[in-house]
T-cell receptor, first 113, second 113 residues
Framework: GDSVTQMEGPVTLSEEAFLTINCTYT??????LFWYVQYPGEGLQLLLK?????DKGSNKGFEATYRKETTSFHLEKGSVQVSDSAVYFC????????????FGGGTRVLVKP | DGGITQSPKYLFRKEGQNVTLSCEQN?????MYWYRQDPGQGLRLIYY???????QKGDIAEGYSVSREKKESFPLTVTSAQKNPTAFYLC????????????FGSGTRLTVV
């Protein structure tokens, strides 16, 4: 079945450091890929998405590129802030199979001043 | 503004009691979903509904029930058969189609006392 694997956290960084969160997936066909962010005590917010191979999603300084050859969708940000401290979830919806999201386990990121 | 509303934010239940969590959306989304999140864990799908008067079990449906009588509403009942109901419950909605992401509510934290 479809699955998403994320690097385990927590990831602890200093402010202005470079952030990478690895995400790889297993799916048939051409899934759509998403990154969601969850701040403490809140629901999830869509951060960015990509719907076909080589697409780059971007938002709020975060970027991720859909790499079909490596089945990956790694999240990056060049200079993190304390306000980026949150849990990040990678997710996919399989193609031609409705829109039921499959989530990775989440990666907690802590940015220290 | 359009959005998805979960209520209440905090809920306490005595063992052996059923409790219903509310989820309402005014985004005109066709599909709605219920997820469970345990501390430090990812999201697990309980139930989902693609259209009114129809819903499907997710990965952990035992001990839960839902209804979808209106497009805007998808209440979740946690029954006394659910062995470990203390968790954070998240409702989401989306348009049908794999390229659309979900909009999440802010969640309900259920505690069994």
């Amino acid at each position: 079945g479809d699955s998403v694997t994320q690097m385990e956290g927590p990831v602890t960084l200093s402010e202005e450091a470079f952030l990478t969160i690895n995400c790889t997936y297993t799916a048939t066909g051409y899934p759509s890929l998403f990154w969601y962010v969850q701040y403490p005590g809140e629901g999830l917010q869509l951060l960015l998405k990509a719907t076909k191979a080589d697409d780059k999603g971007s938002n709020k300084g975060f970027e991720a590129t859909y790499r079909k050859e490596t089945t990956s969708f790694h999240l990056e940000k060049g200079s993190v802030q304390v306000s980026d401290s949150a849990v990040y979830f990678c997710a996919l919806t399989p193609s031609a199979a409705g829109n039921k999201l499959t989530f990775g386990g989440g990666t907690r990121v802590l940015v220290k001043p | 503004d359009g959005g998805i509303t979960q209520s209440p934010k905090y809920l306490f239940r005595k063992e052996g009691q059923n409790v219903t969590l509310s989820c309402e959306q005014n985004l005109n989304h066709d599909a709605m979903y219920w997820y469970r999140q345990d501390p430090g864990q990812g999201l697990r799908l309980i139930y989902y509904s693609q259209i009114v008067n129809d819903f499907q079990k997710g990965d952990i449906a035992e001990g839960y029930s839902v209804s979808r009588e209106k497009k805007e509403s998808f209440p979740l009942t946690v029954t006394s058969a659910q062995k470990n109901p203390t968790a954070f419950y998240l409702c989401a909605s989306s348009y049908r189609g794999e390229a659309y992401g979900y909009t999440f509510g802010s969640g309900t934290r259920l505690t069994v006392v």
